[in-house]
T-cell receptor, first 114, second 113 residues
């Protein structure tokens, strides 16, 4: 069974440029998460989807960040415009609804903003 | 406000000995706790969990202990193996894992051959 797939793995952009990350969760996993991990920190939730619905986006900086999960499968996280402080690893994870709390993470997308 | 704290950024243990990783939490609403393991350039992977109705859960070489009165949990690895070298994150949630996880900052474990 394929795991959570994320792309791109690495992205380097200049500040004020836009960037987008893509995530394909494990087949059958209705819940999808985007986490942000800064260097030396633990992952922090940005947004959680159950199917197509964003059920928790309280931590998403909505002035520059947006996310979508069309058809309840793949998801895209966008930053526009990017700032220097956005340099981090963006992790996507999926889980079964009403599961054990066990999240399956992708390898992450490392963003560097110059 | 760090609700889940891992106060030891790093830990070195001799191969074959016991590794003990510690985690403290402040939110009394947390009722489900998990440990994740992370290798470089990979996403975290689930290791073991414990519900607040238990004080111990064991899975092979890994045991998690929960002390609710002290708001403290620990992960024991015995015996430690070189492949255990990784960053370990403690995480907590309310509603038995169905709500969002709050992660600690991680402890880098190095197993010395």
């Amino acid at each position: 069974e394929a795991g959570v797939v994320q792309s791109p793995r690495y992205k380097i952009i200049e500040k004020k440029q836009p960037v987008a990350f893509w995530c394909n969760p494990i087949s059958g996993h209705n819940t999808l998460y985007w986490y942000l991990q800064n260097l030396g920190q633990g992952p922090e939730l940005l947004i959680r989807y159950e199917n197509e619905e964003a059920v928790d986006d309280s931590q998403l900086p909505k002035d520059r960040f947006s996310a979508e999960r069309l058809k309840g499968v793949d998801s895209t996280l966008k930053i526009q415009p990017a700032e220097l402080g956005d340099s981090a690893v963006y992790l996507c994870a999926s889980s079964l609804v009403r599961g054990t709390g066990e999240l399956f993470f992708g390898e992450g997308s490392r963003l560097t903003v110059l | 406000d760090q609700q889940v704290k891992q106060n030891s950024p790093s830990l070195s243990v001799q191969e074959g000995r016991i590794s003990i990783l510690n985690c403290d939490y402040t939110n009394s609403m947390f009722d489900y706790f998990l440990w994740y393991k992370k290798y470089p350039a990979e996403g975290p992977t689930f290791l073991i969990s414990i519900s607040s109705i238990k004080d111990k859960n064991e899975d092979g070489r890994f045991t998690v202990f929960l002390n609710k009165s002290a708001k403290h949990l620990s992960l024991h690895i015995v015996p430690s193996q070189p492949g255990d070298s990784a960053v370990y994150f403690c995480a907590a949630s309310g509603d038995f894992g169905n709500e969002k996880l709050t992660f600690g900052t991680g402890t880098r474990l190095t197993i010395i051959p």
